[in-house]
């Protein structure tokens, strides 16, 4: 039925830049409530940025001014461009839409960041 994809993972150097893309496909369409999550080894899933109907954003303390994100006129995809990354950072990011009363997260993107 539905499904989430993460794309844009990888490892970078501290100060540098990554984008981050969820692709929504199956029963999934014109979604206004997408957001990512991350976790670390060892700790809880967290709330890192969310986008609702309106443009309205979300973001965690630890990530704000350095992180943005975004939706595709079409609702289909969700986007996270992390600017001056740090290596606290590093996680699984996760794409999480809430669609007509039911929650739905893709398998998550790994984020590293050296120092």
């Known amino acids: 039925q539905a499904r989430l994809v993460e794309s844009g993972g990888g490892l970078v150097q501290a100060g540098g830049s990554l984008r981050l893309s969820c692709l929504a496909s199956?029963?999934?369409?014109?979604?206004?409530?997408g957001g990512w999550y991350r976790q670390a080894p060892d700790k809880t899933r967290e709330m890192v940025a969310r986008?609702?109907?309106?443009?309205?954003?979300q973001y965690a303390d630890s990530v704000k001014g350095r992180f943005s994100i975004s939706r595709d006129n079409a609702g289909k995809r969700v986007y996270l461009q992390m600017n001056n990354l740090k290596p606290e950072d590093t996680a699984v990011y996760y794409c999480?839409?809430?669609?007509?009363?039911?929650?739905?997260w893709g398998q998550g993107t790994q984020v590293t960041v050296s120092s």
């Open positions: 999480r839409v809430y669609y007509r009363g039911s929650e739905y």
């Open positions: 199956g029963v999934i369409n014109a979604y206004n409530d």
């Open positions: 986008i609702v109907g309106g443009g309205i954003t």
